[in-house]
């Protein structure tokens, strides 16, 4: 009998979690992972209340569930050592907040995740992605809303991507996809490739002019393709690229041009061997650093934008000799 007194007191109401004061709870679940907090807010009402407050949601740093890194550390086939995050992992731990995210930053990524936090989180205007296996185009390939044929519009304000050292980071977004991204994210300001990816300059710079030209013509042109999210200019104020093989500063001046609000180009080939992401804890702040550590490689270049050149300019081709930082003329931007 004593034994059943004793256990019956154990789980009475008075010795509940439900019963401890509103700011004990709220500063217990604080320590909560986003992964805990998934599973706690299906508990009871109350601990959803506190679970589901914006302040946990707004701005999150996902790393894969631990039992992943169990499941990898025992593969022997997994020779980098990253964990990926499954798709409806992700699925369970968002879907309830997706109106509420406005920044993550993400490790261990596939095209299907990062398409799905690009298309299921209308208001996501910060997104970093670190380390992955393979990442190409379709990442980046929003499909149309149901009811119309042109391209979502994306909220973003600033996307980076930083690869890791542990394996080749080679991300295959070509030219034309870039400039897909830039005309589908028009309020996107800062985009950063910290990774190995080859972005021709002539194709990109190609493919902005071909948008521009939609854009002027879209009055006359019974084909709407991207005419209507196409109406603003670039608001790109910041590129940085970890390439330089085929940019040369008439390219870059080329650029300036045709993105009425871009200030910077940063190209730096240092960057395409991406970081250690099992030490580093804040890899957008370690990847920020190493692109500005060497300062005494960097040159700023002041150019006067001009598009006029002629398609066999003999400097068309020229390699950047250094790793560069290419500034917009203040004359120019005050014309």
């Given amino acids: 009998m004593t034994t059943t007194t004793t256990t019956t007191a154990m789980y009475s109401p008075s010795c509940s979690l439900h019963n401890l004061p509103s700011e004990i709870l709220w500063n217990i679940i604080s320590f909560f992972s986003l992964e805990q907090l998934s599973h706690a807010r299906l508990v009871s009402k109350k601990l959803r209340h506190f679970c589901d407050h914006p302040s946990h949601w707004k701005h999150l740093r996902l790393v894969p569930p631990q039992q992943h890194y169990q499941q990898e550390q025992d593969n022997p086939n997994n020779k980098s050592g ?56 379709h990442a980046f390939k929003i499909p149309s809303s149901s009811s119309s044929s042109t391209p ?58 071909k948008r521009k030209q939609q854009s002027n013509n879209s009055n006359e042109d019974n084909e709407n393709y991207l005419s209507s999210s196409s109406s603003s200019p670039i608001q790109l104020r910041s590129l940085k690229l970890a390439t330089r093989r085929t940019w040369s500063q008439r390219h870059v001046a080329e650029l300036l041009d045709l993105c009425p609000q871009l200030e910077r180009v940063c190209l730096f080939l240092a960057a395409a061997k991406g970081l250690d992401l099992k030490k580093e804890k804040d890899a957008r702040q370690e990847m920020h650093q190493l692109m500005m550590s060497n300062n005494n490689k960097l040159q700023e270049v002041s150019l006067e934008p001009n598009s006029d050149g002629e398609e066999g300019d003999p400097n068309d081709g020229v390699d950047m000799a250094t790793d560069m930082i290419i500034l917009r003329s203040t004359s120019s931007s005050s014309s």
């Fill in 152 to 209: 979502k519009k994306l909220a973003l304000r600033r996307l980076e991507l930083i690869g890791t050292d542990q394996q080749p980071n080679y991300a295959a977004i070509d030219a034309r996809t870039l400039g897909d991204l830039l005309i589908q994210c028009p309020n996107l300001s800062e985009l950063m490739l910290g990774c190995q990816v080859h972005i021709h300059a002539k194709t990109l710079i190609k493919e902005l002019k």
């Fill in 82 to 137: 990253i964990v990926l995050w499954q798709l409806n992992d992700l699925e369970r731990i968002l879907k309830p907040h997706l109106n509420i995210i406005r920044s993550i930053q993400i490790w261990g990524v596939r095209d299907n995740i990062v398409r799905y936090l690009l298309q299921h989180c209308p208001h996501l205007n910060d997104l970093t992605i670190c380390g992955w296996t393979t990442l190409s185009n």
